[in-house]
């Protein structure tokens, strides 16, 4: 039985650079969320997903942000031309059923930029 | 406008005591979900507990029990007899009916010293 998976676990970039992460959700779960949590912060909310629509994106994902689950399956978090403000923990959650459900979360992916 | 408050930032309690982790609501809406979540040092959240606006009955799993008051927008958590396995951070969190996302308060650190 697998849990949610990330990659890359960690990721060290120059600013500028553009990066991209992965995300696998428990298979069959039809929503997918992404969350960002800086030290000693709680996660906060990026954007989730319904099978492939992108259904809310919060204001915090400006537009060098983008995220795709183009089948429905795994998603895709890009930032483009990072900032030493983008460094933080990226955490990925799936969750099935009632959209109220519990979600359960992967490892993260920690951004470093320089 | 939805928030959630964990007043307490660090708490200390040596094994085998009692500690109380307390949480704090706001909401607008009638129908809500409210969650806790382990974030141990390894980093990855780990699902607890979910309840609704509409049950307020206290609830107890093992060494866990919470205390959930709609009358003072309060989700409490205590620990029985705590172990240093307990030590963690721990996230209360809120979401909305018909809107999946969590809105997570900051933690509150717990160290349980042997």
């Known amino acids: 039985d697998t849990g949610v998976s990330q990659n890359p676990r960690h990721k060290i970039t120059k600013r500028g650079q553009n990066v991209t992460f992965r995300c696998d959700p428990i298979?069959?779960?039809?929503?997918l969320y992404w969350y960002r949590q800086t030290l000693g912060q709680g996660p906060e909310f990026l954007t989730y997903f319904q099978n492939e629509a992108q259904l809310e994106k919060s204001r915090l994902l400006s537009d060098r942000f983008s995220a795709e689950r183009p089948k429905g399956s795994f998603s895709t978090l890009e930032i483009q031309r990072t900032e030493q403000g983008d460094s933080a923990m990226y955490l990925c959650?799936?969750?099935?059923?009632?959209?109220?459900?519990?979600?359960?979360f992967g490892p993260g992916t920690r951004l470093t930029v320089l | 406008a939805q928030k959630v408050t964990q007043a307490q930032t660090e708490i200390s309690v040596v094994e085998k005591e009692d500690v109380t982790l307390d949480c704090v609501y706001e909401t607008r809406d009638t129908t809500y979900y409210l969650f806790w979540y382990k974030q141990p040092p390894s980093g990855e959240l780990v699902f607890l507990i979910r309840r609704n606006s509409f049950d307020e009955q206290n609830e107890i799993s093992g060494r866990y029990s919470w205390n959930f008051q709609k009358s003072t927008s309060s989700f409490n958590f205590t620990i029985t007899a705590s172990q240093v396995v307990d030590s963690a951070v721990y996230f209360c969190?809120?979401?909305?009916?018909?809107?999946?996302?969590?809105?997570f308060g900051q933690g509150t650190e717990l160290s349980v010293k042997p």
């Open positions: 959650a799936s969750s099935a059923g009632s959209l109220n459900n519990e979600q359960f």
């Open positions: 969190a809120l979401s909305e009916e018909r809107r999946g996302k969590l809105i």
């Open positions: 298979s069959e779960h039809n929503r």
